[in-house]
């Protein structure tokens, strides 16, 4: 964070409390091979897998909450990437890509707490909607000018995953004003925050796991 920086919200303190984990999760595993463009397809559609139960369970536990106050302000529909994830895995591997890619110990574990956090505690399923939706509107947009350059998606075949209905930057805007629309008491923003920080760490092991 620059010196001149001033956390005014949650979103801003969300950047700031989670950029060294987020940095870190940029460059661990197999990430690098994939900012790179080098990711073999194989191992790209494994990442895809897991990111697929991920989405899921998260976007599952989002709808269903969609009308509670600490859910509803950054739950926009037209983020969901679940559906544009199993088109390109129906792409790149086929039929029976579900049965044939096994999930990594560290997905299942973060599936498992994400629909815990959707029986228990569902406020909280917003710090993950940050770490994968706002990076998918950030980061993601990069990362899918470099999936197109990969042999087998050239042709644009298998990248709807990055492909969002609607201007990029309104979204994040839309997005950010959603997160300093939740509840901003110093409980429930500490809370968030620890929980942004679970989910990058959880993301560190997965990329790990996926190397």
């Not at 050239?154 to 969002?164: K, N, R, V």
Request: hydrophobic share 45%.
């Amino acid at each position: 964070m620059h010196a001149d920086s001033v956390i005014t919200g949650l979103a801003a303190r969300l950047r700031a409390e989670t950029s060294l984990l987020h940095r870190q999760a940029e460059h661990t595993g197999l990430m690098p091979q994939l900012l790179k463009g080098k990711l073999p397809m194989p191992a790209y559609c494994r990442l895809l897998r897991n990111l697929h139960a991920l989405y899921s369970a998260l976007e599952t536990g989002l709808a269903h909450h969609a009308s509670d106050p600490s859910v509803a302000p950054i739950h926009l529909p037209e983020l969901a990437r679940t559906m544009a994830i199993e088109s390109d895995l129906q792409a790149l591997h086929g039929h029976g890509w579900e049965r044939d890619i096994e999930l990594t110990p560290g997905a299942a574990d973060y599936v498992r707490h994400l629909q815990q956090l959707t029986l228990e505690r569902p406020a909280l399923l917003a710090a993950h909607s940050y770490v994968r939706h706002l990076g998918d509107l950030h980061g993601g947009q990069v990362l899918g000018r470099v999936v197109s350059s990969m042999p087998g998606t050239s042709d644009g075949t298998g990248t709807s995953f990055y492909a969002f209905a609607g201007d990029v930057a309104v979204l994040i805007r839309r997005y950010r004003a959603g997160l300093d629309a939740l509840p901003q008491d110093d409980e429930s923003v500490a809370a968030l925050v620890a929980e942004a920080c679970s989910g990058f760490a959880r993301h560190i092991t997965l990329f790990d796991e996926l190397a």
